[in-house]
T-cell receptor
């Protein structure tokens, strides 16, 4: 069965620091998809990124970057030069091939202090 | 540009009351699902549907019923509310068959309190 582990429950950083959110996953499928979602204090869930299991290229989008390593079953998320607006709960999620459910980790609450 | 619409946004119930949480999407998505979010537990899947007339149980289905009579709607029913069902409920949808890579679109959530 698939599983997603986000070992960091809460992280607190000072503004402009870099921060990495860890995500480790388990699946028996060779084809699967990984996602990151952001939940700001307002409560909605915002899709950030999707990664296919056969594409191990790292991705950068502005201050956000993602490091996908199949060898360690990890899909970590780094925010560079963090800002107060980055304060949120971040969820990593996994979906196997086909009409399978999206399984979430328990989330990491990030607090960025000015 | 509605996306996924959940109603109501807030609700307070008494133990034993019944209620239906509504979820509608206008993107013609085959796949819909319901999650509950509790502090420290992340989002846990209650029920999901891969298309009209088809539903299946998720991780925490007890106490909840669903049906999918149309592609657009996926209501979640609490037949006899219990305090343990106090939570924030999210409905989500995505394109279906063979498209596991599609991101799920989430509604804004329903905050439910059972007294």
């Amino acid at each position: 069965a698939q599983k997603v582990t986000q070992a960091q429950t809460e992280i607190s950083v000072v503004e402009k620091e870099d921060v990495t959110l860890d995500c480790v996953y388990e699946t028996r499928d060779t084809t699967y998809y990984l996602f990151w979602y952001k939940q700001p204090p307002s409560g909605e869930l915002v899709f950030l990124i999707r990664r296919n299991s056969f594409d191990e290229q790292n991705e950068i989008s502005g201050r956000y970057s993602w490091n996908f390593q199949k060898s360690t079953s990890s899909f970590n998320f780094t925010i560079t030069a963090s800002q107060v607006v980055d304060s949120a709960v971040y969820f990593c999620a996994l979906r196997e091939l086909g009409n399978t459910p999206l399984v979430f980790g328990k989330g990491t609450r990030l607090s960025v202090i000015a | 540009n509605a996306g996924v619409t959940q109603t109501p946004k807030f609700q307070v119930l008494k133990t034993g009351q019944s209620m239906t949480l509504q979820c509608a999407q206008d993107m013609n998505h085959e796949y819909m699902s319901w999650y509950r979010q509790d502090p420290g537990m992340g989002l846990r899947l209650i029920h999901y549907s891969v298309g009209a007339g088809i539903t299946d149980q998720g991780e925490v289905p007890n106490g909840y019923n669903v049906s999918r009579s149309t592609t657009e709607d996926f209501p979640l029913r609490l037949l006899s509310a219990a305090p343990s069902q106090t939570s924030v409920y999210f409905c989500a949808s995505s394109r279906g068959q063979g498209t596991g890579n599609q991101p799920q679109h989430f509604g804004d959530g329903t905050r439910l309190s059972i007294l």
